[in-house]
């Protein structure tokens, strides 16, 4: 039962940082249970089917509070489920942890452009570009890697221009799909037996995600941009000190 109530507090904390900020689910419930020895594929498994629940209800959430831009949601949501597809079944053949220093290099550049652009004056916009390819691999990264659709996405729109509470929201409500996605395909390739971890990874993750969006709508651009910067810099500097240091 204790066991119960900590992976709980985990899936609460990890639902709360990623409705509010557009990321960090997977790669702060991937971190615990990567560290209980897990292999990466059953990691990556059970925190998308965890988070099949939890985005589901920050999806809702986001969508209530008028954070969901429909043009955004519509361009990211068929790449982004066939990148998760399609990561997911290369995940069982392939090693998808070779991937973890590019993408933590990757995400450490964009996550210094979004915190310099909280202190620039640049009047933010709904949409910026095109965002079909980052749809496919932020997806395809997310799958391979048990994390990675929120600091991929939502920091390259955030970098592009893009306004923090509609990029927040609508990245929120996409990824229930892209998780849904991934989560089939883990089922029929690999199976799933962690129910004792699923469990309080999603509940956690519901009770968080009205809160979440809630405070996605109040806290304001600079701010919200300040520190999602800062929460990519730290989790891809941790990322890439215990890849090359290991």
């Known amino acids: 039962m204790e066991d119960f109530w900590t992976v709980m507090l985990i899936g609460f904390a ?27 594929v059953q990691v990556s498994a059970t ?23 429909g043009d955004l949601f519509r361009r990211l949501i068929l790449p982004g489920c066939l990148g998760a597809c399609i990561g ?29 652009k909280a202190f620039t004056q640049i009047p933010p916009v709904r949409v910026a570009g095109r965002v079909s390819s980052l ?28 306004e923090a509470r509609f990029t927040v929201g609508t990245v929120n409500a996409v990824e229930f799909f892209v998780t849904l996605s991934s989560s089939a395909v883990f089922l029929v390739t690999v199976g799933l037996g962690l129910w ?10 519901f009770f968080a995600a009205p809160l979440a969006a809630y405070v996605c709508k109040l806290v304001p651009h600079r701010i919200m941009l300040a520190v999602v910067g800062l929460v990519i810099i730290g989790v891809s500097f941790r990322t890439l ?4 240091s290991g």
Do not use: C
Request: no cysteine; proline share 5%.
């Open 196 to 205: 004792k971890i699923v469990l309080p990874l999603a509940l956690g993750g």
């Open 241 to 244: 000190f215990k890849v090359l």
């Open 88 to 116: 997911a079944y290369l995940l069982s053949s392939l090693p998808g942890e070779k991937l973890k220093p590019w993408v933590a290099g990757y995400i450490m550049i964009m996550g210094a452009i979004v915190f310099a």
């Open 14 to 40: 990890a639902q709360m940082v990623d409705g509010a900020l557009g990321m960090a689910y997977g790669l702060t419930a991937s971190s615990f249970l990567l560290a209980t020895g897990l292999p990466p």
């Open 47 to 69: 925190v998308h089917l965890a988070e099949a629940f939890t985005t589901g209800a920050s999806a809702i959430s986001h969508h209530k509070f008028g954070n969901v831009d």
């Open 135 to 162: 749809g496919f691999f932020g997806a395809l990264v997310d799958a391979m890697g048990g994390g990675g659709w929120g600091p991929i996405v939502t920091s390259t729109l955030l970098a592009r221009g893009n």
